[in-house]
């Protein structure tokens, strides 16, 4: 079975100051895809990455990083010089690698970020 | 360009009513799914479409859920016979094909259910 664990329930900051959420996981599959989505207090789930397992590169979009450790079943999100804009709740998720259900997650509780000018 | 709507956007009912929920997805996005987001369960899966069949329902959480989808577009959830514990953000979802080198999932607004 599929179990996303995001210890975390909330984390607070101050802006410029960075964040690390972590995320970690548990599936049985070789292959899976992992995912994180925001989600402001608006309700709308934001989608922000989709990483291939077989993939251990890490990624950098702008003020954001994800660090993927597969011998810890681990795939952390960093944000760097938090904003204001940033307080939301953040999911990390997983799916098996297969065409008919990948888009079947498995989500984590969530990760409340509060960002404080 | 448009993302996925869902309508209506909250919806109280009372006890015992059955409720009908809308998703529109993106034009042209073949595979449709169903979430529901609450305060004990987190976000959960529901069922999903591929064109107008689901392979997959296992997420859905008794016998008095169903969905359908028509001409490979719309998709409706239905819930009879409502309890309290529906309560609960229905989010739906929508990607462009099933495999994952096309789009990751968008999701809607979601409906908020609040049953009295």
């Known amino acids: 079975a599929q179990k996303v664990t995001q210890a975390q329930t909330e984390i607070s900051v101050v802006e410029k100051e960075d964040v690390t959420l972590d995320c970690v996981y548990e599936t049985r599959d070789t292959t899976y895809y992992l995912f994180w989505y925001k989600q402001p207090p608006s309700g709308e789930l934001v989608f922000l990455i989709r990483?291939?397992?077989?993939?251990?590169q890490n990624e950098i979009s702008g003020r954001y990083s994800w660090n993927f450790q597969k011998s810890t079943s681990s795939f952390n999100f960093t944000i760097t010089a938090s904003q204001v804009v940033d307080s939301a709740v953040y999911f990390c998720a997983l799916s098996e690698a297969r065409d008919d259900s990948w888009g079947k997650l498995q989500f984590g509780a969530g990760t409340q970020v509060v960002v404080t000018p | 360009g448009a993302g996925v709507s869902q309508s209506p956007s909250n919806k109280v009912t009372e006890k015992g009513k059955d409720v009908e929920l809308r998703c529109d997805p993106i034009?042209?996005?073949?595979?449709l799914y169903w979430y529901r987001q609450s305060l004990g369960q987190g976000l959960e899966f529901l069922i999903y479409f591929q064109g107008n069949s689901a392979p997959d329902k296992s997420g859905l959480p008794s016998d008095r859920f169903s969905a359908e989808r028509t001409g490979g577009s719309v998709s409706t959830l239905t819930i009879q016979r409502t309890q309290q514990e529906d309560s609960a953000v229905y989010l739906c979802?929508?990607?462009?094909?099933?495999?994952?080198?096309?789009?990751?999932?968008?999701f809607g607004n979601g409906t908020r259910l609040t049953v009295t």
């Open positions: 034009s042209g996005h073949t595979a």
């Open positions: 979802a929508s990607s462009s094909t099933q495999g994952f080198m096309n789009s990751p999932l968008h």
């Open positions: 990483r291939n397992s077989f993939d251990e």
